[in-house]
């Protein structure tokens, strides 16, 4: 009786299309099976697993993966317009009455009526594990494999499960210190229940800027090209997302918000679901807490889901406006490839002219007696401090009255030298501050350092080699 009362409506190929195998069967909306750049995946570094947990791993491999268990509820399962939409294009856009409809009629349009606004729980269940390779520090080969699981409680017809597995390449691109471009090309099979499979092809590109340490905004556009066939020409649909966020964390919570524009272009394809475009908008806002202190993957979750369906001439499963509020937990676990690290300290503690100037001594074998490099009495025609014309090392002293301190040092960061570490920080500023140091001290009076310069006074020599002897 409804398809009966559906012509006033819409058309019978419209309604025909919906109900078999396509938006119209199930609750999951585009954004549920496309890999958009999600808060969960953006995660500080204090959501990893200990690095050494991971030892025995190729420093190249890394993984990410994540499951997301939650509850909803949702105000409009079906996606169809308002009830009022629906009597007005049956009655009043047609010039007729509700009232002048036969019996048989009106009881096929008040069962039309109640699909509209019908509201449900929904159990969800996504598993999603992702393991690359990195060729180089910027760019990456990976798989990818997710499950997606709906249960509803009053419309099961409307249960799913989805299944997903793809492989793709993505490259880093650093803009500045702040910005970072990535793109990546993604290749997937998508097996849908009740549904026939289809392949996708889904380039990408995200722009992320961090805007303070704690928080990060991202831009991302990404095309779904999507065929019925594996590895075929795009006979199905054409599908563009453009999704703008930021995300910020403040301890143990977390604040993100997005919202995704997609538009799906079917018209002309010749196996797609429906010969009908949409667009839609999907706003996503969220509020998330680690659970317990000594698990940081760990974390519960609270978000509420807008979504806006317009474009489609108020067509079933493709109109109206839905409401879904999650709840739920999310565990993560991460291993990260360590070969953009391991390149970045390469180039940092790399040898360089400046440092072989500055550090004359590194390289060179340490002794107990080392030789100082004070010129002899004979030569220089003074005698030493301590009245000894032998060569022998002078020994250090801990506490020179006169001598500057090494902790001290004008323009030095305070930082304290610990034993068997060295502080870099505090290594490059006593090298590259040692000739700053003996011009600004005073006047030049004969005594000549390691770096070639004269000093004021002899005590400073001994000061300068205890704090390299320190840092080294």
């Known amino acids: ?18 109900s078999v195998g396509g938006q119209g069967r199930s609750t999951v909306l585009p954004t549920d099976v496309v890999p958009l750049p999600l808060p969960e995946e953006r995660r500080a570094v204090g959501e990893s697993m200990k690095l050494r ?17 939650s509850g909803r509820f949702e105000t409009n399962v079906f996606q169809f317009p308002t009830k009022r939409t629906i009597l007005n294009g049956a009655t009043f856009n047609q010039g007729v009455s509700f009232g002048a409809l036969s019996g048989e009629d009106q009881l096929a349009m008040g069962a039309l009526v109640d699909r509209a606004s019908q509201h449900d729980s929904v ?30 409680a009053r419309f099961n017809s409307l249960n799913t499960f989805i299944n997903q597995l793809g492989a793709g390449v993505e490259h880093n691109i650093a803009l500045g210190k702040r910005a970072n471009l990535e793109a990546q090309f993604m290749a997937r099979e998508l097996w849908q229940a009740d549904s026939d499979p289809v392949f996708d092809y889904l380039p990408s590109a995200t722009f992320t800027y961090r805007v303070r340490p704690d928080t990060i905004a991202y831009f991302n ?18 599908t563009p997302f453009f999704t703008l966020g930021a995300l910020h964390q403040r301890g143990p919570w977390s604040y993100s918000a997005n919202m995704t ?6 018209k002309g394809f010749k196996d797609a679901s429906i010969q009908l475009n949409s667009q839609t908008i999907i706003c996503d806002f969220e509020i998330a807490k680690q659970l317990f202190k000594k698990i940081p993957g760990l974390q519960g ?25 999650f709840y739920g937990v999310r565990g993560a676990v991460s291993k990260p490839s360590l070969l953009a690290f391991t390149s970045q300290l390469k180039q940092r503690y790399q040898q360089d002219p400046s440092s072989r100037r500055h550090d004359p001594n590194k390289g060179k074998s340490k002794s107990k007696n080392q030789k100082s490099n004070t010129t002899s009495p004979s030569k220089s025609g003074k005698t030493r401090p301590n009245g000894s014309e032998d060569s022998k090392t002078e020994p250090l ?9 090494a902790e001290n040092m004008p323009g030095l960061p305070s930082a304290e030298i610990v034993p068997g570490r060295v502080n870099a920080n505090v290594a490059d500023a006593i090298f590259n501050n040692a000739e700053t140091i003996t011009i600004t001290a005073a006047p030049m009076h004969g005594f000549i350092t390691e770096t070639g310069k004269e000093v004021a006074d002899a005590s400073m020599i001994s000061e300068f080699r205890r704090a390299k002897n320190r840092v080294n």
């Open 221 to 238: 556009a990404l095309g779904q090209f999507r065929s019925l066939h594996f590895f075929g020409g795009v006979d199905r649909e054409i």
């Open 123 to 152: 159990f969800r269940v996504v598993p999603n594990v992702t393991a690359g390779w990195a060729l180089t520090p910027s760019t990456n080969i990976f798989c990818n494999y997710f499950y997606l699981r709906d249960k509803l």
């Open 1 to 18: 009786m409804a398809l009966i009362l559906a012509t006033f409506v819409f058309s019978a190929e419209t309604l025909a299309q919906v």
């Open 53 to 69: 947990l991971w030892q025995k791993l190729p420093s190249r491999f890394y993984m990410n993966a994540t499951c997301e268990t």
């Open 261 to 266: 524009y997609l538009t799906g272009f079917r």
């Open 397 to 405: 002293k801990e506490d020179l009255p006169g001598g500057p301190s």
């Open 301 to 325: 979750f609270l978000r509420a889901e807008p979504v806006y369906n317009f474009g489609t001439d108020n067509s079933p499963g493709l109109a109206g406006m839905d409401f879904r509020f």
